[in-house]
């Protein structure tokens, strides 16, 4: 899937968004739980880089945790990111916030950020390389020493745990009633559209990205979550 298929899939997604994402709370809330102590040392006034955070959940709830951090948004979808946007105004943090529709090599100077978010991004970029180029365009943005927060499917995929986890993903999403043929169909569409790798393999994507080596603080079911630091400018 290239860049306009993905982001047409999106702007189509995004109305009933965070309906689809209802079974999948409290995963996102245990991440996003755990984020803020991560970040919990930087500045007061401290500026955060979202990228492709679609209708905006890990900004929200960063947004509620500490009142005078400014955010911006970057996200390819246009209807997303309206939604993002609705979000923010309605929760009343709207004006501590960019909003920028593109990806982030469009993004206007407005660094050096004190940390970056990319939650479920990195995945839909099938070569290893290009995903390695992704993170060090995230890498360039932030300060010395700045955090890099990621989270993505991963796993070791035609493993036996593979198998096992995937029988109970499908499970949890189907809730019962599950089709004989739904976990072959999960299967075959990630096969296609999403670079599910190993944590081992995720992590040298990151560091190759221009960081030091990633922190895992998180999993539940395929999504594993890191945290790592920008490693000094002549590295990136």
């Given at each position: 899937?290239?860049?306009?298929?993905?982001?047409?899939?999106?702007?189509?997604?995004?109305?009933?968004?965070?309906?689809?994402?209802?079974?999948?709370?409290?995963?996102?809330?245990?991440?996003?739980?755990?984020?803020?102590?991560?970040?919990?040392?930087?500045?007061?006034?401290?500026?955060?880089?979202?990228?492709?955070?679609?209708?905006?959940?890990?900004?929200?709830?960063?947004?509620?945790?500490?009142?005078?951090?400014?955010?911006?948004?970057?996200?390819?979808?246009?209807?997303?990111?309206?939604?993002?946007?609705?979000?923010?105004?309605?929760e009343g943090f709207a004006s501590r916030c960019a909003f920028h529709e593109g990806y982030l090599?469009?993004?206007?100077?407005?660094?050096?950020?004190?940390?970056?978010?990319?939650?479920?991004?990195?995945?839909?970029?099938?070569?290893?390389?290009?995903?390695?180029?992704?993170?060090?365009?995230?890498?360039?943005?932030?300060?010395?020493?700045?955090?890099?927060v990621s989270a993505d499917l991963s796993a070791d995929v035609g493993s036996v745990e593979y198998?096992?986890?995937?029988?109970?993903?499908?499970?949890?999403?189907?809730t019962a009633d599950v089709p004989a043929e739904a976990i072959q169909r999960t299967h075959t569409?990630?096969?296609?559209?999403?670079?599910?790798?190993?944590?081992?393999?995720?992590?040298?994507?990151?560091?190759?990205?221009?960081?030091?080596?990633?922190?895992?603080?998180?999993?539940?079911?395929?999504?594993?979550?890191?945290?790592?630091?920008?490693?000094?400018?002549?590295?990136?």
């Amino acid at each position: 899937m290239n860049q306009d298929e993905l982001k047409a899939v999106f702007d189509k997604q995004a109305s009933g968004y965070e309906q689809q994402q209802k079974k999948l709370a409290p995963v996102h809330e245990g991440l996003y739980f755990q984020l803020e102590w991560i970040l919990a040392d930087l500045p007061k006034f401290a500026k955060i880089l979202c990228v492709g955070l679609g209708a905006g959940s890990e900004m929200s709830y960063l947004a509620s945790k500490f009142p005078n951090w400014r955010f911006t948004a970057v996200e390819p979808s246009g209807a997303m990111l309206n939604e993002c946007r609705h979000r923010a105004e309605v929760e009343g943090f709207a004006s501590r916030c960019a909003f920028h529709e593109g990806y982030l090599e469009t993004l206007p100077d407005a660094g050096p950020f004190d940390a970056a978010t990319s939650f479920m991004v990195s995945q839909f970029l099938l070569d290893c390389e290009t995903r390695s180029k992704f993170f060090l365009a995230i890498a360039k943005r932030l300060r010395d020493n700045g955090i890099l927060v990621s989270a993505d499917l991963s796993a070791d995929v035609g493993s036996v745990e593979y198998e096992a986890l995937l029988k109970a993903w499908v499970t949890m999403l189907h809730t019962a009633d599950v089709p004989a043929e739904a976990i072959q169909r999960t299967h075959t569409a990630w096969e296609k559209d999403v670079a599910i790798l190993p944590p081992s393999a995720v992590k040298d994507i990151i560091r190759n990205g221009g960081f030091e080596s990633p922190i895992q603080f998180y999993q539940a079911g395929f999504v594993h979550a890191w945290f790592s630091r920008r490693v000094g400018p002549n590295a990136v």
